[in-house]
């Protein structure tokens, strides 16, 4: 199995809801990341998870919150969004290191 | 911090007619890969170049990676309709780290 899923594809919320997107890779893969990209943008690193604990957090405001509960599964809780959080949310996974990523096929978010 | 400046922006080519577009950084890098993503999908890893002055080639995609691991190209010959999507170069900086350049987007008019 060589894919990373994720869900939902699309999502819309409103600025007081609290959601959830959810990746699973089943790879053994060590490292999983949270990118945000917006549309002709390249994607932007939010976290990564290392042996499933947080590496790196590019200062990403607190109303994303990620959690990884164990080498499979890696979630991203989100709670008061603004409208400019709206993007497509891309997870993926790799080896760790400098080793190629596996990008999951995103969440289309759309805050209201 | 680390940047990494990719050009063109766009490329509209004939089907047919060659394509190229550049990364620079402004640090030395410890690596760089490249992604595509089609329209309304997710970036797909192409190649990671890791030597200084490395050329790798897939079929008509031939990639370079500079004698100073600084910049890299990505050379596609005879373009195909196919081949239509944006086009993303990566660094590896800090362990772990990729930071993406600003892709070039590629259009292909049969």
């Known amino acids: 199995d060589t894919e990373v899923t994720q869900t939902p594809k699309h999502l819309v919320m409103g600025m007081t809801n609290k959601k959830s997107l959810k990746c699973e890779q089943h790879?053994?893969?060590?490292?999983m990341y949270w990118y945000k990209q917006k549309a002709k943008k390249p994607p932007e690193l939010m976290f990564v998870?290392?042996?499933?604990?947080?590496?790196i957090n590019e200062s990403v405001p607190s109303r994303f919150s990620p959690e990884c509960p164990n080498s499979s599964l890696l979630n991203l809780h989100l709670h008061a969004l603004q409208p400019e959080d709206s993007a497509l949310y891309l997870c993926?996974?790799?080896?760790?290191?400098?080793?190629?990523?596996?990008f999951g096929p995103g969440t289309r978010l759309t805050v209201l | 911090g680390q940047q990494v400046m990719q050009i063109p922006q766009y490329q509209h080519v004939q089907e047919g007619e060659d394509f190229t577009t550049y990364c620079n950084s402004s640090?030395?890098?410890?690596?760089i890969q490249w992604y595509k993503q089609r329209p309304g999908g997710h970036p797909v890893f192409l190649i990671q170049l890791v030597k200084s002055g490395e050329v790798k080639k897939q079929k008509r995609l031939t990639f370079q990676f500079g004698e100073a691991k600084k910049n890299s190209s990505l050379h596609i010959t005879a373009t195909q309709t196919t081949d239509v999507g944006t086009y993303f170069c990566?660094?590896?900086?800090?362990?772990?780290?990729?930071?993406f350049g600003q892709g070039t987007i590629l259009t292909v008019h049969p």
């Open positions: 998870y290392s042996y499933e604990k947080l590496s």
């Open positions: 640090t030395t890098l410890s690596n």
């Open positions: 993926a996974s790799s080896l760790g290191g400098y080793n190629e990523q596996f």
């Open positions: 790879m053994g893969h060590r490292a």
């Open positions: 990566a660094g590896g900086t800090s362990y772990g780290k990729l930071t």
